[in-house]
């Protein structure tokens, strides 16, 4: 019996030794080299690695989703603390978070690629050491709204061969230092295709490239500032500007013979550079009309059609048939008279080159509201204060006939009504229980409206 039992005993002791092995190489197999504000992430976590939703992590795609993350607590790797630390082969961050309290805010070793896109709020990583840090040669690539700041450098990826390449969107880097070494990007090699960077140092440089800085001719703006250094940017092996783009600044500045550094008209270098699309400062021109149709009558000169300009200015207006109606703009008013029975089209042109166009309709008789239509002929209102809403559609319109559509109760003490004549909304407001019409009239024509007020 005593060896039945010790046999059973040492039995069940090599199976739960065998479970327990199990789990601890299950959970060892499970684990990514991934660490978000102090957390390792694993299969166990990574829908939800932080507990809140604000952090999830795709294993198949490598992928980090942030939803408004807060980062705060680090992982400690080769000294320094990381809000995100990745030893992957590559890692894709996309979403919004605040990163802060670390040495680094998101940091990468290793050759893999590192890709951030800002969306939302944008991510905004800071770091007593480095904003954003890539050792070995892989690329980072940036996109979105991306803001970096650190002591050391905003965005840093000079540990290896590995080029930071910014795609498109806002990225904002900045080192704080203010000695030799505080600087906005440091880079291998740094290459912006589009959108808008402002990068500054209070080091020596804004942007620093160890080999080459190209500047494409997609991007809206680059702005580089080192207010206590010697340079905005320089590049060991070479600054490149599309011809396409334009140096802002400084005034007659242009890339030093050495090819290294931006230099100003006289020949010295410069604490800040501003290049642009030849378009970047232009403001978006627009053009609206109050009306896309016109009838007028014979003779006459309709001055109702108004055209609301944004950075921008009437340079023509043409009618196709003259023979049916004329147009002309004086600088405050566009005139269109009616010469004979008939349709044409005027076309309205801007100085940008927004092209508009009004069907104008020409009869021999007086011009009036022929038709009112409603989206609505009865409405039932619960109880006081509530509200409706109908469309009424005069045709022609206000701005052929000059005749106002005007909304009357019958009984204003079970409701009223008004309208805005710019859309034609009529709103009913119910007062008290009771039944009443409202009348809709735009010159000889109208039309009703039963309504309804149950309590």
Known sequence: ???????????????????????????????????????????????????????????????????????????????????????LSSLNIVGSAKISGCDVGIGMSGDGKLSINGTGNGINSSGSTDGIARDGAGDMTIKGKV????????????????SVIINEGSVTAKGTNTSEYGYG????????????????????????????????????????????????????????????????????????PSKQTII???????????????????????????????????????????????????SSVKSADPKVATVTYDGKTIAIKGIKKGTTKVTIKTKSGISKKITVKVQNTKVTTSKLSLSKTSVSLLKK????????????????????????????????????????KITITAVKKGTCKITVKAGKKSAKISVTVKN
């Open 264 to 314: 100003d008209a006289s020949g010295k270098q410069v604490r800040e550079v501003v290049i642009a699309s030849k378009n970047a400062d232009k403001k978006k021109a627009s053009m609206s009309l109050n009306t896309t149709s016109v009838t007028v009558q014979k003779g006459k000169t309709l001055k109702t059609v108004k055209a609301t300009l944004k950075n921008d200015k009437i």
């Open 385 to 424: 204060g509530k509200k409706t809403t109908i469309t009424v559609k005069a045709a022609p319109d206000y701005y052929s006939t000059k005749e106002k559509v005007t909304v009357k109760s019958s009984d204003k003490n079970v409701a009223k009504a008004s309208i805005d004549t710019a859309t034609g």
């Open 147 to 162: 803001s970096a700041s650190g002591g050391f450098t905003g965005i840093f990826n000079g540990g290896g061969t590995g």
């Open 185 to 256: 990007i440091w880079a291998y090699k740094l290459i912006i295709k589009q959108g808008t960077v402002n990068a500054a140092g209070n080091g020596r440089y804004g942007i620093i490239c160890q080999t080459e800085l190209q500047i494409k001719s997609g991007i809206t703006k680059v702005v580089a500032k080192a207010p206590n250094g010697t340079d905005a940017m320089g590049a060991l092996k070479g600054v490149e500007i599309d011809k396409a783009l334009l140096l802002n600044k400084p005034s007659g500045g242009s890339i030093a």
């Open 1 to 87: 019996m005593r060896v039945n039992n010790f046999c059973k005993y040492l039995f069940a002791s090599l199976i739960a030794c065998f479970f327990i092995l199990s789990k601890t190489v299950i959970s060892h197999a499970a684990e990514y080299d991934l660490w978000v504000n102090g957390v390792r992430v694993n299969d166990t976590n990574k829908a939800d690695i932080l507990g809140d939703g604000t952090a999830s992590f795709n294993s198949s795609q490598n992928k980090l989703t942030l939803k408004k993350a807060v980062i705060t607590k680090g992982y400690k790797y080769m000294g320094d603390t990381y809000g995100i630390c990745s030893n």
